[in-house]
């Protein structure tokens, strides 16, 4: 387990319609984020928020992949930042925004551990599986489209993040509390090879033989997990401040057993919470719980 954690804010709001979620870093932070981490016993250090450009700034662009260009631009300031951290030692901790920053932390953690000749697997905790292209996606909304990227699918800009793809292996990405696809999304997912846990294997299986499974695949001969935790994984009765809310989520307790599952393992080696929305959050609840869970994903036990 990481002894030292580096906050990474990215307060990205380019990647989807609903405004709001650039504030989320704020709101990770107003909740407690360093003081809590620090009272696990771990040294913590918060280098600010990344520049992200707004979209009152910039014309959409290209309709099929919106903001497609200062994504990509900040995503590559994600990855350097990233790449840094684990190369000091740090667990890097990526509070967006927008979950297209998914991509640049992949790039960021895959090229480290690429030095030790290593792969990477991912965990993505989501009610939505983010595999959509420019050519698939009904919105064109860049922020579900990460996934796609890190396998080697879609925008170049994306998909070549620091000279090389795929970030993982197909094998080693398994989403975990799917329940919102696309129609065309549903096609990429089943011919991609990744492993898929919908809420329908959660409600049959159980959390705890779900995520034994997860984590299996995810640490196959690699040197690491890096996990990515959309806020929406969770229903949104317990998390109603995420711009894509899904009924039918993973329950509180759920989403901690989720993640002290990861921590029991101590192969997480980064660590990405996203798409809090505080406009539509309720007494900022959505990112008291991601503090939380974060706090269980760095080893925080009940007793």
């Known amino acids: 387990m990481a002894q030292k954690v580096r906050i990474i804010g990215v307060p990205m709001d380019l990647g989807q319609s609903r405004r709001g979620v650039d504030m989320g870093p704020s709101a990770m932070r107003g909740a407690g ?26 014309p959409v662009g290209e309709k099929r992949a919106k903001y497609l260009q200062e994504i990509a631009e900040t995503c590559g300031d994600v990855a350097a930042a990233v790449e840094k951290s684990l190369g000091e030692g740090f667990l890097p901790l ?12 992949a790039a960021g953690a895959a090229s480290h551990f690429r030095k030790e000749k290593k792969e990477i697997g991912y ?29 080697g699918y879609g925008a ?21 509390g799917a329940r919102d696809l696309d129609a065309q999304e549903r096609k990429i997912v089943k011919k991609s090879g990744v492993h898929v846990f919908t809420m329908r294997d959660i409600d049959e299986r159980g959390m705890r033989e779900v995520m034994s499974d997860a984590l299996k695949y995810a640490m196959d ?24 809310p899904v009924r039918g989520g993973v329950t509180y307790r759920e989403a901690h057993l989720a993640m002290e599952m990861i921590a029991d393992t101590e192969s ?15 007494h900022n609840r959505t990112a008291l719980l991601g503090v939380e869970l974060v706090l269980s994903g760095l080893g925080q036990k009940i007793l």
Do not use: C, Y
């Open 221 to 244: 001969d690699t040197g690491g997990v890096a996990v990515s935790l959309d806020m929406d994984f969770v229903d949104p009765a317990d998390a109603p401040g995420v711009g894509t």
């Open 94 to 105: 990526v509070l967006g925004g927008d979950h297209s920053i998914a991509a640049g932390v």
């Open 268 to 282: 997480m080696v980064s660590l990405e919470v996203v798409e809090i929305n505080p406009i539509l959050d309720e």
């Open 33 to 58: 984020l360093q003081a809590s981490i620090k009272r696990l016993g771990l040294q913590v250090e918060d280098i600010g928020n990344l520049s992200v450009k707004q979209p009152e700034e910039l």
């Open 123 to 151: 965990l993505w905790l989501d009610a939505h599986g983010d595999m959509n292209t420019p050519e698939s996606s009904p919105s064109g909304n860049v922020h579900g489209m990460p996934l796609a990227a890190i396998m």
């Open 156 to 176: 170049p800009e994306l998909v070549d993040l620091l000279g090389f793809k795929p970030k993982a292996e197909p094998g080693n990405i398994v989403i975990v």
